[in-house]
């Protein structure tokens, strides 16, 4: 399951943000990826011994949390391996899968969801799409500024070549309490349909039917 979300960030989140990017350090991107990814991947990271690392994860988690829509979609039991990335002209991130498991500290966690949220307005660049691989052929997304597009970790993605300005994003990764993406769509359907259901006609027969199918469906398939 395929998710954006449009605000996740507020207006003058996104210019804390930027404003923290634009004076901190950045490393070579390389760093954090493996062997095979290293070779098709150039962008930079913003360095997480900058005191802005810090501030911006802080602003982004706090983000998250607030987002009752994401957090009924993806389940987050813990998100982890944050990072802050700027693609110039020339930069890119060729075809390859996350990591299965991320090491945060001393524990290891299973990456189940990807995010990338956008921090700047994609006028502002020219590339820089994100291309993720579906059966019916690679699809494309290049989002308004503080949007967010999550998708499964299993999936082969790749973020175009940026030819004119920059790009910068957040991604990072999330352990979710349920790892099957079919069984999280499931139960986000569940929980969509149990919301339109309170809205229009209120806490019926059917609302507590359907909140109770979700709530044990949940029970069977989290692991905490």
């Not at 930079?44 to 802005?52: H, K, M, N, V, Y």
């Not at 994401?70 to 802050?84: E, T």
């Not at 300005?165 to 359907?189: C, F, K, M, N, T």
Request: proline letters at 3%.
């Amino acid at each position: 399951m395929i998710l954006t979300f449009a605000d996740v960030i507020t207006v003058e989140e996104q210019r804390k943000i930027l404003a923290l990017i634009e004076p901190a350090p950045f490393v070579d991107g390389r760093t954090t990826a493996g062997a095979a990814a290293a070779q098709v991947k150039s962008n930079e990271q913003l360095s997480r011994d900058a005191p802005a690392y810090r501030e911006i994860t802080d602003i982004v988690l706090a983000a998250l949390r607030r987002n009752d829509t994401f957090r009924a979609a993806v389940l987050p039991k813990q998100m982890h391996s944050m990072i802050v990335n700027r693609y110039g002209p020339g930069s890119g991130y060729g075809f390859h899968v996350d990591n299965a498991t991320m090491l945060n500290g001393e524990t290891l966690w299973r990456s189940d969801v990807s995010l990338t949220l956008f921090l700047n307005d994609r006028t502002e660049y020219e590339g820089g799409e994100l291309g993720i691989e579906s059966g019916s052929g690679e699809l494309q997304f290049k989002l308004k500024a503080r949007a967010m597009i999550c998708y499964p970790s299993t999936s082969l993605h790749r973020v175009f070549k940026v030819t004119k300005g920059a790009r910068l994003a957040v991604v990072a990764w999330i352990h979710s309490l349920v790892r099957d993406p079919g069984e999280r769509e499931v139960l986000y359907d569940l929980h969509v349909t149990s919301q339109r259901i309170l809205e229009q006609y209120g806490k019926t027969r059917e609302y507590d039917l359907v909140s109770k199918s979700l709530a044990n469906l949940t029970r069977r398939w989290a692991e905490m």
